[in-house]
């Protein structure tokens, strides 16, 4: 006899600063955490969403492989940055199978590169409610030069990319995961070392997407600059460590003008989506990644944004056993984790 497994799958999230991996088991009742990992990558490994270093990267794979006694190789990863396009378009009203048919065709006005050199996929978001002939349908593009990148270094490390998602879509699906989505349009914010992901969710649909190249890395480029520090020095300063010459409140001041100019780079798309969908009022910030670490950024958030900011908790409906993990560490590391819980329960096929 046969039974049929679902295939196990981790999810893996390559960011500029770490890799983060997360294992998770659907049991009867929810989600259970399996595994949990995150390690550092060398400085400049990853510029611009690119590699450029792709054994550093695979050497901090198989670290983090070893050290978590991972045995599963099958792997639900996303990418992000200039080489994927994402667009909310309108076509006419037709079945998946028409779509499928037509998206090539269709994408070719709304992608600025060579359909031939990019990987596209669509979902099909509903009927147009300003007209019923119409369908939103979210169009994605990743050039596959910049996949493969992603998919090498993988394979390199002997594990099977089986799912290749985007990294504002696996925030949202942290998002659905552990939310009930009561308030109607809220907005998500990723904000890791090098790039800021935006999505914002209308009644259960993203409607706007939006990835900044700006992140946690500003904070270490102003107290260099202002404090006259290097960039060891400076990551240390930002962490809270003691450094000789060096005044706590002066960092403090540094972190705080900088926070300020962070929220204002989210406060400006916000806006740009506020500007274009009539009178839809965003009702609260969700904010995750490593910038969420930083003494009173929810605060400065809130108090440019004038809504409510939250962390993203992406554990917050993952059972999780006590006696496997210790709970401090998952809480402490909770904003790290928002982008490989949404990628660890993805599946081969899910849409
Ligand atoms: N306690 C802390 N206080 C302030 N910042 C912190 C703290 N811990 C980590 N960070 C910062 O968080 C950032 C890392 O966050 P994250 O892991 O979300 O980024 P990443 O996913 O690797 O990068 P990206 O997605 O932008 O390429 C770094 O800039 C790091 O210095
Ligand atoms: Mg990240």
Known sequence: MFFWKQKEIVGVDIGSHSIKLVQLRKEKAGWHLVNLGMAQLPPESIVD??????SSVVDCLNNLVECQGLKTKNVATAVAGH???????????????????????????YIPFEISEVNLDFQILGQDPQDSTNMDVILVAAKK??????????????????VMDIDSFALENAYQLNYDQDEDVIALVNAGASSMNINIIKNGISVFTRDIQVGGNTFNHEIQKQLGLTDQEAETAKLGGNLPDVDAADVNAVLQETMEHLSQEIQRSLDFYSATSSDDKIQKVYLSGGVAKT?????SLQRRLGVSVELLDPFRRIIVDKNNFDMEYIQAVSPFFALGVGLATR???DK
């Open 347 to 349: 599946r081969l096929g």
């Open 49 to 54: 969403n690119s590699i450029m270093d792709s």
């Open 295 to 299: 003494p009173g950024c929810i605060d």
């Open 83 to 109: 080489s994927v396009i994402i667009r909310k378009i309108k076509l006419p009203v037709m079945t998946e199978v028409e779509a499928e048919a037509s998206i090539e065709w269709e994408a070719e006005q």
């Open 145 to 162: 030069d910049f996949v493969n990148e992603y998919v090498a270094v993988f394979q390199e490390a002997g594990f099977t990319p089986l």
